[in-house]
């Protein structure tokens, strides 16, 4: 694995080990840095990345997109599941800059002219080119679904198929699908989110406790926490610089670049197979990625009904096998 990514001679460090997938067996994992400069600032930081089974000349990986944005791709290795049954189909994951083992910029909280889309678009063009990728497939969840149908509208060569996975059309849409199920909590959430809110305290401890319950219905459903998705979570904390700057302090208060933020207008340019899903919990609501449904010339939409925002986690087996089915056994 280790020679092959060599011969390639790509400008960056590496590092192999052998992972174990979800049924025992043993798969290659590669990982290292990507230079990256950052558009019209003349910094130049790096993208951590990580490759699990074996990329050659004739692959056809699947790229991963974390969500967010401000996390970081722990949580989405489990798409290896899929991926591992296939040698031509590595998964590629991969820290957004800012996020987990990626350069991270903390003096540029709230600078909206760093922290923008078109830098992140970069990084993933860039990743593309770095490894040489001839072909892929692109997987976004969250953010990264709302990341991975833009980058998909400027008809990238070598994007074969598309899964924009609790990805919103527009943060519009998004914000009144919450708003919707911030109506159906119970009375005395709704009061906590509400009086703190207004009364500008929404660092306290009651109205935290009260985002948690939110979170507890439809961001992750499953108790306790999986290991990875608390670990990317975490990274928030750690470094808030992104979320902060490009969404606000929490989901219901979206006050950051993104505020604006919509692709409706562009989705009809997305030419490739296109799976579109959700959960019937998630705060990415049907009302959200309506438009992803009827604007995309070639697109596939499934709602996984026992799941919230990660049905990769809460639903394993059927979101994997509703994966496979699209990205492999439909030609």
């Known amino acids: 694995m280790l020679s092959r990514l060599l011969s390639y001679t790509f400008q960056f460090a590496l590092a192999s080990s052998i992972i174990g997938d979800a049924l025992g067996n043993s798969q290659i994992s590669t990982d290292g840095h990507l230079d990256f400069a950052y558009p019209s600032t003349g910094l130049v930081g ?18 991963a997109l974390h969500g967010g944005p401000g996390i970081n791709s722990a949580y989405l290795e489990i798409l290896s599941d899929v991926t591992n049954k296939y040698p031509n189909h590595p998964l590629i994951v991969y820290d957004q800059v800012g996020n987990g083992k990626s350069t991270h910029y903390p003096d540029t909280i709230g600078n909206t002219t760093f922290w923008t889309e078109d830098m992140f678009i970069a990084e993933l063009r860039n ?11 692109l997987l976004g969840q969250s953010w990264g679904g709302m990341l991975a149908a833009r980058y998909a509208t400027f008809r990238p060569h070598g994007l074969r198929k598309l899964i924009i996975m609790s990805g919103p059309a527009s943060m519009k849409l998004y914000t009144e699908g919450l708003a919707v199920l911030r109506a159906q909590l119970p009375k005395k959430i709704r009061e906590a989110l ?11 401890q009651e109205y ?10 439809h961001l992750i459903t499953l108790n306790p926490m999986p290991e990875a998705i608390a670990e990317a979570s975490g990274w928030i904390e750690k470094d808030p610089t992104v979320y902060l700057t490009m969404n606000g302090p929490n ?6 670049v993104l505020k604006n933020w919509s ?23 049907d009302h959200a990625i309506a438009p992803h449904v ?10 996984f009904l026992n799941s919230s925002h990660m049905a990769h986690y809460e639903e394993r087996a059927a979101f994997m096998q509703t994966i ?4 492999y056994k439909n030609h």
């Open 294 to 303: 009827s604007e995309i010339p070639n697109v596939k939409r499934l709602k």
């Open 194 to 204: 509400d009086k703190h809110e207004a009364e500008g305290t929404t660092d306290s």
């Open 208 to 217: 935290l406790d009260a985002v948690d319950y939110f979170y507890s219905k």
């Open 324 to 327: 496979e089915k699209f990205l």
């Open 127 to 137: 990743l593309v080119h770095k490894l040489g990728l001839k072909q892929y497939d």
């Open 263 to 285: 692709v409706i207008r562009e989705l009809h340019k997305i030419q490739v197979p296109t799976l579109v899903t959700n959960g019937a919990q998630d705060e990415v609501t």
């Open 46 to 63: 790096q993208t951590w990345y990580k490759i699990i089974g074996t990329l050659h000349p004739y692959s056809r990986p699947l790229i």
């Open 251 to 256: 989901e219901f208060t979206v006050t950051g």
